[in-house]
């Protein structure tokens, strides 16, 4: 029994040398794969060079893209300083880095397109239900079965936490970008640009109708498009553009300068018909008082008064005989 027992050990030893030779099979089995002509001309041929070149330059782009949120050198023109996300939205709108903005454009169509056809909450809320199940399931199994805990041992030893430094920066970069539109809307609101705010309230105006005909899915959808392929449109035929805009402009100018000869011909006939007829008004005004005046009889002139016409004033003091004192009656008294 001892020696039996001595030899229990050696089907480890086989077991080992089993796992070792299945090692070194799947090694050789990769090495066979990997030295293979075929392998060799797909990871080192034009092709794999080409992807690596490819990936090694977006990544580059992806990289610029990420350098370029940096606030800007100038202001608003009330002097409100901007967020670096304006620097951020017009290096990815401008096409600068096309395999950035390209991949980015990509993305949100795709984006759209799986919120409208894909039920994404049911998915994330069907993982969660299985993940959880098979968990509790497995827990109180293990812990019935064989008396130990499952999900104890691959517990981790802590709990994964967000560091402090990454949630200020996630939370500063929420500030920024709320801020960016805020900033904007308000410059488009009191002109800032005409051109931008035209351009916006073209925008709002045809909104308001297409809403009507299209989702809302689809609403995003156009704007997406418009807001990124409408600088490369430009961008990629700039000359021809700016010579339309120009003689746009050009004639729109001609238009305003004979518009405004026109207004100011019209205004100085208008305001010579005005003195005309102020003046016509005035003199038949003045031909009516002046009749007026002719047909008041003027008052009768009269002899001027001389000394001789009055009586002449005594010129002696009247004497006291002529002077006659006023009776008196003396009222008899009453018996008493």
Known sequence: MSSAESSAPAPTANGTT??????DNAAAAVNTVQNHPITQNVVNGPVATSIKNEAGATASEFSDLAGSRQQPSY???????????????????SWKNKRATGITFVS?????????YLPILRYLL????????VVTLAEASSKALVGSSVAG????RRYYTIPKETLEATLDDLENLINFFIIEGQRIVFAENVPVTAAAF??????????KLLPLWGVSLVATVIAFLGPLIYLE?????????????????????????????HTSKGLESVKQYTGTYAAKAQEVVGSARQRIPSPTTSKP????????APKSDFSASSVQEPKTETEPLLAA
């Open 153 to 156: 041992a691959v517990r981790p």
């Open 202 to 211: 073209l925008s709002a105006f045809v909104t308001y109708y297409l809403i």
């Open 18 to 23: 089993l796992k070792d030779n299945l090692i």
């Open 108 to 116: 949100v169509l795709a984006l759209i397109f799986a919120f409208r």
């Open 237 to 265: 035929n700039k000359e021809l553009i700016d010579s339309q805009l120009e003689q746009a402009g050009h004639v729109i100018n001609q238009q305003t300068s004979q518009i405004r000869d026109l207004t100011a011909q």
């Open 75 to 93: 202001t608003a023109a009330n002097d409100t300083p901007l967020t670096y996300y304006h620097s951020f939205f017009y290096t990815l709108l």
């Open 126 to 133: 069907k993982i969660s239900w299985m993940t959880l199940g």
């Open 305 to 312: 008064v001389k000394e001789a016409d009055f009586p002449t």
